[in-house]
């Protein structure tokens, strides 16, 4: 049975490898802590908040996030597609997630707000009512995504192939139509 943390809060921690083990946490903050090193296992975060909290390269296999928000974190090369699927919900306000994985997952509605999104995998993901405001998706990976509804009009370095992503309704800005077009080799001036 884990143990179980509610309404906490922690701040300038560094969490050793498996320190967060085996624990739930419900409703607690976290400020400018580090999980670069952790390989969690079994964890749960409940209405939890992150501010300022540095996860790259964290393994978090088998977490659960549910209604978890990322305030100004960085969060490089982190694969959150092997994470507890049942009620996924995350938020990512000014967010660095280069390279990271969210390979296969729903994610509807998540919003994504002044996030660098470089070369993160999207592959197979459904972005359906997905907000990318002001977020880079310089080299984002979207095939075989679903993005029915997602708003990409404040967004920019995008290159979505229409013949393998669903786009159906989702919303662009005409500058960045030329995201769309690249693949056809058509020039837009």
Do not use: W
């Amino acid at each position: 049975m884990p143990e179980y943390f509610l309404d906490i809060e922690y701040n300038n921690h560094t969490y050793s490898v498996d320190e967060v083990n085996f624990k739930e946490f419900e409703c607690c903050t976290f400020n400018h802590c580090t999980f670069s090193a952790c390989n969690f296992m079994d964890v749960t975060f409940i209405d939890c908040v992150f501010n300022d909290c540095i996860f790259n390269e964290a393994k978090i296999n088998h977490v659960a996030l549910r209604t978890v928000t990322f305030n100004q974190c960085k969060i490089k090369d982190v694969n959150f597609s092997m994470c507890n699927k049942l009620i996924f919900e995350v938020r990512f306000n000014n967010c660095i997630l280069d390279f990271s994985k969210f390979y296969t997952l729903k994610i509807k509605g998540t919003p994504f707000i002044n996030c660098s999104l470089i070369a993160v995998d999207f592959m197979a993901t459904d972005l359906t009512e997905v907000i990318f405001e002001n977020c880079d998706l310089y080299r984002a990976e979207f095939a075989k995504a679903i993005a029915n509804k997602a708003n990409f009009k404040t967004s920019y370095n995008y290159t979505i192939d229409p013949k393998t992503t669903k786009l159906k309704k989702a919303v662009f800005a005409l500058e960045g139509l030329k995201g769309l077009l690249y693949r056809h080799e058509i020039i837009v001036k």
